[in-house]
């Protein structure tokens, strides 16, 4: 396997909304493959996540997103939940950042509801990709391809659908992170 230790992560959520284990599992197989991960949010202070709609653990922002700087990170992760991407695409600074990742073609994840923000950051026509099932219709009407496939790997964007697809979405973000070199 390649050395990923010189590798950081940006995993990027809204204040409130994070379906948890889409940010706690992916999380864990970017640090066990020895990348940084760092988390991103609007405002600065702690994320609430969530299992399903009850609430769960909070988690420190490392760096507001309007503050990033998208040439310091190699890769990105979207994690879902219905509210999270809701939110997030509605943050400018958040999806510029993701179009920032998307037009430099550096790696981007997203899963569940994610997908919801790379829509409006005008990023999926002509993709090959997956989400929760209620996202196909605003998939396709952006121009996606969606397909029902525990995860879709499409140059540099993995997608999966939900919280039972995060091994094969997992593996397939640290595959992706150890074809890339490290940033500058």
């Not at 700087?69 to 990105?76: C, G, I, N, T, V």
């Amino acid at each position: 396997m390649t050395d990923l230790t010189d590798r950081t992560v940006a995993f990027l959520v809204a204040n409130e909304g994070i379906e948890q284990v889409e940010l706690t599992e992916p999380w864990k197989a970017v640090e066990q493959a020895g990348a940084t991960p760092r988390l991103l949010a609007p405002e600065p202070g702690t994320v609430q996540a969530f299992n399903h709609l009850d609430k769960a653990d909070t988690f420190e922002v490392d760096e507001t997103v309007a503050d990033a700087d998208a040439s310091s990170y190699d890769a990105l992760v979207l994690p879902g939940g219905v509210a999270n991407p809701d939110a997030l695409r509605m943050d400018t600074d958040a999806v510029a950042f993701i179009s920032s990742f998307m037009d430099s073609r550096k790696p981007v994840a997203a899963i569940c509801h994610a997908p919801w923000t790379l829509v409006e950051a005008d990023a999926v026509s002509g993709r090959r990709m997956t989400s929760w099932p209620s996202l196909q219709t605003d998939l396709r009407n952006a121009g996606a391809d969606w397909v029902d496939d525990e995860v879709v790997v499409d140059d540099n964007l993995v997608t999966s659908r939900n919280p039972d697809d995060l091994p094969a979405f997992n593996r397939e973000l640290v595959a992706m992170l150890s074809r890339i070199p490290a940033h500058a």
